[in-house]
């Protein structure tokens, strides 16, 4: 795919004058021709969101004099997760690729150490949540950068006029436009009941029990909310104690209220749920709203998106960050630095965003205020508490902090949504907790 | 000389042949080369990875480190392994069966139509088998949809309750092989029915002569025709049904709770979506062994047949 090989010195001295609008790019651009970069993006879900990162590479490329190739890949039929795996087996493919949440720590050997790209980003933009320096930095090292395109908070997605006629929420007046949030009130008991509430007026939530990722992020998140870890971060397995015992138990109460066949939801259940307008809530970033937005615009103008209740542990939402990460083959390491430092700008992260309409999460502390957010509709201001504006919950992923390799597997084998399902569906506490324990034993295997 | 190309007597005796031009012009040595790119294609796509499939098997987690039948000792304490083989030979066998016993009584059917027709029908009975059946299986999983799934309406007309067909275990099985059988029956009924074409008639008119039934004609004449073919069938689609991916990956991604989990499913999801290539490795190599097994029984009984014959 590369052709030459050309050194950060190579490419250096190739170049003659600085550019001003790269401050923290390692290298500087001139009039010579400065390599190929082959880059590997996730391919959005949004229609014509691609199109905002294709031009902001095409104008780095026509900038730097680097010759650069894309591809957007999609994540159906996890063609991206098949090509990162067959790059990492065949060591040549792209030389910048993006990876999904758990992957910069799985391919964390063949990885480029990016600290010299991530320290003045974050200097620049804000500390990133305790999320993605989990899933993207290991030892020091920081393995990828958090991208812009495709991160997402998987939040609580509402019918306005749903909840107010069976549970007598206002969920506009618990999270303003433009303000931060009041919502003391907003607690798994007040959840509970809501969902009883929603089911009984033939609206139910819609929270899946599957085995993919919409279904895992959400109880991964509850997980947090009651404290309850499965592995903790030494890698011992502490599944059995109290904590888990109350999320089962109060998971098991929430089923009640859920349809009877959420256990075989996947990730496109919940969506569906929320546009056929049979649910009134939903967990899921703003693309259901997007596709109610599109074919049912009189869904799209009761949706709301908002924050997670409070457990006893706290509020968790779940967050999973895509990252743009550089292999340790690639022949232009320096210009592949400089273009994810130019794709990590305020301004390349709000075209992005916009592009997308506001689905993209830029993960930095100070990019969390684009006014698409505030001024998307209908309804207006839907989606000003999507990225947490106000640090109103804690940003997570389910089975942190156990260490990666481990938390990937009960991640990705869905233990924590299989346990509520056991649990729910009559089987003894115990037996649940035993199935669990072997389940980690054997994912703590070297 | 049999094993030598027919050439011209007098060019031969004009000019004395190298060895190399010798072994050229054996038959069995064209055949060689003309067969070379097929064979050089199965063993890049089919015996490099194979090779390095079990290559895989034998490392540990991290692939730094060789561990031998470590991934083998592993995977037989697992509770969930065991389920995946059970799944496997339970999803296979009963789908060869119920394939198997469709497609002969399809292929009846269909024998028995005057020809002038039966092309229509031959046609319409092999468009599941020619559909893309990642394709076709996506219309099953709307048709099984959680929430709006169309038998289920059909269902509620008659006043019968909705079927969770992917959200329970025992449902979800069935529909898995149930897609399974909807797929693979029309490959049985095509090679049955050409089989039924090359009974010769006279079989069954000498049959008819001496008082045979209609089951005592498939019981004496048909089937003992077809055994072989019977046999072959089978061992093609078992291998072919134990290594399925598509239709269970499609309809129920392994679930609920693993119970619709085979072999393939579940090496993808220990080995790419978990991370553990080795391990994905060494589950997806334990076809091998029963697939071989069965082949065996299957290939040494037609054997026996053929030299009896």
């Given at each position: 795919m590369i052709s030459r090989k050309v050194g950060r010195r190579r490419f250096v001295a190739g170049t003659a004058v600085a550019s001003a609008a790269f401050v923290a790019a390692p290298f500087v651009r001139g009039a010579n021709a400065a390599g190929k970069l082959s880059v590997g993006f996730w391919d959005h879900w949004v229609p014509g969101a691609n199109k905002a990162t294709e031009a902001l590479v095409k104008e780095w490329g026509e900038k730097n004099k680097v010759e650069v190739s894309m591809d957007f890949i999609t994540s159906q039929g996890n063609k991206l997760l098949l090509t990162t795996a067959a790059e990492s087996q065949a060591k040549s493919g792209h030389d910048v690729l993006a990876f999904s949440t758990w992957l910069p720590a799985r391919y964390s050997e063949q990885l480029v150490p990016m600290n010299d790209v991530m320290e003045p980003l974050i200097k620049e933009n804000g500390a990133v949540n305790g999320t993605v320096e989990y899933l993207g930095k290991l030892n020091g090292k920081w393995l990828a950068v958090p991208a812009t395109s495709g991160s997402q908070i998987k939040g609580p997605c509402s019918r306005i006029d749903l909840l107010k006629k069976h549970a007598g929420i206002d969920i506009q007046a618990m999270y303003p436009v433009g303000g931060a949030p009041k919502a003391d009130a907003w607690n798994l008991d007040n959840f509970l009941k809501a969902a009883e509430a929603c089911q009984k007026g033939g609206n139910p939530f819609g929270i899946g029990l599957g085995t993919t990722s919409d279904s895992v992020d959400t109880a991964g998140a509850l997980f947090h909310a009651f404290g309850a870890q499965l592995v903790n971060a030494k890698g011992d397995i502490v599944v059995k104690n109290d904590q888990v015992r109350q999320v089962l138990d109060y998971y098991k109460k929430l089923m009640q209220f859920l349809p009877a066949d959420v256990p075989s939801w996947d990730d496109a259940s919940n969506n569906k749920f929320l546009v056929s307008g049979q649910g009134s809530l939903i967990m899921n970033p703003p693309s259901a709203w997007a596709v109610a937005k599109r074919d049912a615009p009189q869904v799209a103008e009761q949706l709301w998106t908002h924050g997670f209740p409070v457990g006893p542990k706290g509020r968790y939402a779940p967050f999973l960050p895509y990252f743009w990460g550089i292999?340790?083959?690639?022949?232009?390491?320096?210009?592949?630095?400089?273009?994810?430092?130019?794709?990590?700008?305020?301004?390349?992260?709000?075209?992005?965003?916009?592009?997308?309409?506001?689905?993209?999460?830029?993960?930095?502390?100070k990019l969390t205020t684009f006014k698409v957010w505030a001024e998307e509709s209908p309804p207006k201001g839907t989606l000003y508490h999507y990225p947490n504006p106000h640090n109103h919950q804690t940003l997570s992923i389910a089975a942190a902090p156990a260490p990666h390799k481990i938390a990937e597997q009960i991640y990705t084998q869905a233990i924590q949504t299989q346990m509520v399902v056991r649990y729910a569906k009559g089987e003894a506490m115990d037996k649940t907790l035993d199935w669990a324990a072997k389940e980690l034993e054997g994912f703590t295997r070297n | 000389?049999?094993?030598?190309?027919?050439?011209?007597?007098?060019?031969?005796?004009?000019?004395?042949?190298?060895?190399?031009?010798?072994?050229?012009?054996?038959?069995?040595?064209?055949?060689?080369?003309?067969?070379?790119?097929?064979?050089?294609?199965?063993?890049?796509?089919?015996?490099?990875?194979?090779?390095?499939?079990?290559?895989?098997?034998?490392?540990?987690?991290?692939?730094?480190?060789?561990?031998?039948?470590?991934?083998?000792?592993?995977l037989f304490g697992r509770d969930?392994?065991?389920?995946?083989?059970?799944?496997?030979?339970?999803?296979?066998?009963?789908?060869?069966?119920?394939?198997?016993?469709?497609?002969?009584?399809?292929?009846?059917?269909?024998?028995?139509?005057?020809?002038?027709?039966?092309?229509?029908w031959r046609g319409m009975l092999l468009v599941p088998w020619v559909i893309p059946p990642a394709m076709s299986t996506l219309a099953w999983l709307w048709l099984f949809d959680p929430s709006y799934s169309a038998l289920n309406w059909l269902?509620?007309?008659?006043?019968?309750?909705?079927?969770?067909?992917?959200?329970?275990?025992?449902?979800?099985?069935?529909?898995?092989?149930?897609?399974?059988?909807?797929?693979?029956?029309?490959?049985?009924?095509?090679?049955?029915?050409?089989?039924?074409?090359?009974?010769?008639?006279?079989?069954?008119?000498?049959?008819?002569?001496?008082?045979?039934?209609?089951?005592?004609?498939?019981?004496?004449?048909?089937?003992?025709?077809?055994?072989?073919?019977?046999?072959?069938?089978?061992?093609?689609?078992?291998?072919?049904?134990?290594?399925?991916?598509?239709?269970?990956?499609?309809?129920?991604?392994?679930?609920?709770?693993?119970?619709?989990?085979?072999?393939?499913?579940?090496?993808?999801?220990?080995?790419?979506?978990?991370?553990?290539?080795?391990?994905?490795?060494?589950?997806?190599?334990?076809?091998?062994?029963?697939?071989?097994?069965?082949?065996?029984?299957?290939?040494?009984?037609?054997?026996?047949?053929?030299?009896?014959?």
């Open positions: 292999w340790n083959f690639s022949k232009n390491q320096a210009a592949a630095k400089s273009l994810i430092t130019f794709l990590s700008q305020p301004s390349s992260a709000e075209k992005m965003t916009n592009a997308s309409q506001g689905y993209d999460l830029p993960s930095f502390e | 000389m049999a094993d030598v190309a027919a050439r011209n007597p007098a060019a031969l005796s004009a000019q004395p042949r190298s060895g190399l031009h010798k072994l050229m012009q054996r038959k069995s040595t064209i055949a060689f080369l003309m067969a070379l790119p097929l064979i050089l294609l199965i063993a890049i796509l089919v015996a490099y990875p194979a090779g390095y499939a079990v290559y895989l098997a034998t490392l540990n987690k991290g692939m730094t480190r060789f561990v031998g039948f470590g991934n083998f000792e592993f969930t392994f065991w389920l995946v083989v059970y799944q496997s030979c339970l999803f296979a066998i009963t789908a060869v069966i119920f394939k198997a016993i469709i497609g002969f009584v399809v292929a009846h059917f269909v024998h028995n139509i005057p020809s002038k027709g039966q092309r229509k269902l509620a007309i008659f006043g019968i309750e909705g079927i969770p067909w992917t959200g329970e275990a025992g449902w979800a099985r069935f529909s898995v092989i149930l897609v399974n059988v909807w797929i693979g029956s029309p490959f049985f009924m095509i090679m049955y029915l050409a089989a039924l074409k090359s009974v010769p008639d006279q079989l069954y008119e000498a049959a008819s002569i001496d008082g045979a039934t209609w089951w005592q004609r498939i019981w004496y004449v048909t089937l003992p025709m077809m055994r072989n073919i019977i046999a072959i069938t089978a061992l093609f689609s078992l291998i072919v049904t134990f290594a399925n991916f598509d239709i269970v990956r499609v309809l129920t991604a392994g679930g609920p709770l693993n119970s619709t989990h085979i072999f393939g499913t579940w090496a993808f999801r220990v080995g790419i979506e978990g991370g553990d290539i080795p391990l994905g490795a060494a589950v997806s190599l334990f076809m091998v062994p029963i697939l071989a097994v069965a082949a065996t029984f299957i290939l040494r009984d037609i054997t026996k047949r053929g030299s009896e014959v």
